[in-house]
């Protein structure tokens, strides 16, 4: 069997993959798609090399089928499809015993602390996986993850119907949560520098307006009659984008930190006390989040061909980092099962 890997000091390769029978309690995984993020990104540049270990098979946005069943595991039967909820935690520590776990201070997450989906076949415990109704294809189901993302975020900043949301970055997360808040009832406007992800994002109906030409502070202010939105979403990882979040939202308006920053950033904190703003991280999700992605997807709320700009074999996946780095594409899946469209 073949994986793709990171080898170290930004190195990426195609791999032969030892694959053993499912350990009890585990489920093997005839992986079909994976797809690539920001994360994965981070793991190729060598951002990451202080927690992995190599040669690491990463990916964790991942769909397939199931290959074999180990001893003890119920309910699952070979064919059956499914996604991974790519979170262990150990349920002790402080975190786990006040519920929640998707944040264990002890969290592996798959695909970085231990081998992912990006390769053919993958052991995995059988209380991670999530199944996938019929009629949903492999393809689609690849974005289960990420969705789920979007989904978390957007619960957890309590969006209500009617609320105005701002979204800061228009990548393939940004793009997700302002359509998972509308499908919530929000009125959004997305502020995305790239003129491709713009196009895309006003393809889908969405208002969306490039702030370095525009003065997002002054369209939100027009936009909401001087009120400012009740949330806004970073998601851009920007360091101006951090400063601008205070400037944008209304009083006793909630803010979300989405993106990963690798350092720290600045913040109007004067905004913050003057208009008792609500300054929250959302990260990951829970088991429920990947049950309503998996409903919006197999509703069509997803704008699946929007998001997905190319599939490519998983001898290519090192040029598909190239190309998602460069910024030349949204969602690049990773045919792992060399079986495009199944």
Same mark, same amino acid.
């Given at each position: 069997m073949k994986g793709a890997a990171y080898l170290g000091h930004g190195r990426?390769?195609?791999v032969a993959v030892d694959v053993a029978p499912p350990g009890p309690g585990e489920l093997q995984i005839a992986v079909a798609y994976c797809g690539l993020c920001g994360t994965?990104?981070?793991i190729a540049h060598g951002d990451m090399d202080a927690r992995v270990r190599t040669p690491l098979v990463f990916g964790h946005e991942t769909s397939g089928t199931v290959a074999a069943v180990g001893a003890? #595991? /119920?309910d699952w039967a070979v064919g059956d499809p499914l996604t991974v909820m790519p979170l262990i935690w150990d349920g002790t520590c402080a975190?786990?015993?006040?519920g929640h776990q998707h944040i264990c201070q002890n969290l592996v997450f798959v695909g970085i602390d231990s081998p992912g989906g990006l *390769? *053919?076949?993958w052991n995995v415990p059988a209380s991670i996986a999530v199944r996938l109704p019929a009629g949903l294809s492999l393809r689609t189901a690849a974005l289960v993850e990420p969705v789920a993302v979007a989904v978390h975020d957007v619960r957890r900043s309590e969006l209500q119907v009617g609320d105005r949301a701002v979204v800061v970055g228009g990548g393939p997360i940004g793009l997700l949560i302002a359509v998972v808040a509308r499908d919530a009832g929000a009125d959004v406007l997305v502020a995305e520098v790239d003129d491709t992800r713009r196009a895309r994002i006003a393809g889908l109906g969405l /208002? #969306?307006?490039d702030p370095r030409a525009d003065d997002l502070a002054g369209e939100v202010e027009r936009w909401t009659d001087g009120a400012g939105a009740d949330v806004v979403f970073e998601v851009s990882g920007a360091a101006a984008a951090v400063r601008s979040t205070t400037a944008l939202a209304k009083v006793r308006g909630t803010i979300v930190v989405v993106a990963i920053h690798t350092a720290p950033r600045e913040l109007d904190l004067q905004r913050v006390f003057w208009r008792e703003l609500r300054l929250l991280g959302a990260r990951v999700y829970h088991r429920g989040d990947f049950d309503r992605a998996v409903e919006l997807l197999r509703r069509?709320?997803?704008p699946v061909d929007t998001l997905i700009s190319a599939v490519v074999p998983l001898a290519e996946t090192a040029s598909a980092i190239e190309e998602l780095s460069?910024? /030349?594409?949204?969602?690049i899946l990773v045919d792992v099962a060399g079986e495009a469209g199944s």
């Open positions: 990426l390769g195609t994965d990104l981070h003890g #595991v /119920r975190a786990c015993l006040a *390769q *053919q076949r /208002r #969306v307006i069509d709320r997803i460069a910024g /030349r594409a949204m969602k």
